[in-house]
């Protein structure tokens, strides 16, 4: 079935990166943008970007413009995450979700979600 | 920096009607569509309702959602046990050029 799998649980220091990857099956990678949000404990959810899977071309939140960088490989239909200069906010689950195509933050499938846990 | 307002909690009885309120600004529900989430601990969130009003494949029709002006609603009708999770809303911001949800509304079923 259409289903985003996601790696699993990562555990990092302060200061160190991340990278959390999404990969996409039974549908055409290429159709919809794929987003991240995250949830850290006991709060919200917060949309952290949104990358098409069609141009590469990307859009995140302003906070955290300049640590994260989202790319995908088309040849396995793949998205990644990557967080640097981590810090112990930023430990929460993240999720990759399919967006609805034609819609802004709609999405349709989501992945399992990752734990990052970000401790010294 | 926008903000999307709904109430932390709402509860009813089973088979009662809740409706969960989401309040925007020009920027966000004012010039774009609304969309709502449940979200069961554990779990990813389900996406309910997108585009204000149109339900995923799967959705039943007790949940339904509207947008007027600058807030947008989420009904549940014949409340169930297993409505019991927490419901965000959310749509695109055009001041912070993001995606913006809200705070969530924990709903408990009596």
């Known amino acids: 079935q259409v289903q985003l799998v996601q790696s699993g649980a990562e555990v990092k220091m302060p200061g160190a990166s991340v990278k959390v990857s999404c990969k996409a099956s039974e549908y055409t990678f290429t159709n919809h943008a794929i987003n991240w949000v995250r949830q850290a404990p006991g709060q919200g959810l917060e949309w952290i970007g949104w990358?098409?899977?069609?141009?590469?071309?990307?859009n995140s939140a302003q906070k955290l413009q300049g640590r994260l960088t989202m790319t995908t490989d088309t040849s396995t239909s793949t998205a990644y995450l990557e967080l640097r200069s981590l810090r112990s906010d930023d430990t929460a689950v993240y999720y990759c979700?399919?967006?609805?195509?034609?819609?802004?933050?709609?999405?349709?499938?989501w992945g399992q979600g990752t734990v990052v846990t970000v401790s010294s | 920096q926008s903000v999307l307002t709904q109430p932390p909690s709402a509860s009813g009885t089973p088979g009662q009607r809740v409706t969960i309120s989401c309040s925007g600004s020009s920027s966000t529900i004012g010039s774009n569509t609304v969309n709502w989430y449940q979200h069961l601990p554990g779990a990813a969130p389900k996406l309910l309702i997108y585009?204000?009003?149109k339900r995923p494949s799967g959705v039943p029709d007790r949940f339904s959602g509207s947008k007027s002006g600058t807030s947008a609603s989420l009904a549940i009708s014949g409340l169930q046990s297993e409505d019991e999770a927490d419901y965000y809303c959310?749509?695109?911001?055009?001041?912070?050029?993001?995606?913006?949800f809200g705070g969530g509304t924990k709903v408990t079923v009596l």
């Open positions: 990358i098409s899977t069609y141009q590469g071309n990307t």
């Open positions: 585009s204000n009003n």
């Open positions: 959310a749509t695109w911001d055009d001041s912070q050029n993001g995606v913006l």
């Open positions: 979700a399919r967006s609805v195509v034609g819609t802004w933050g709609a999405f349709d499938i």
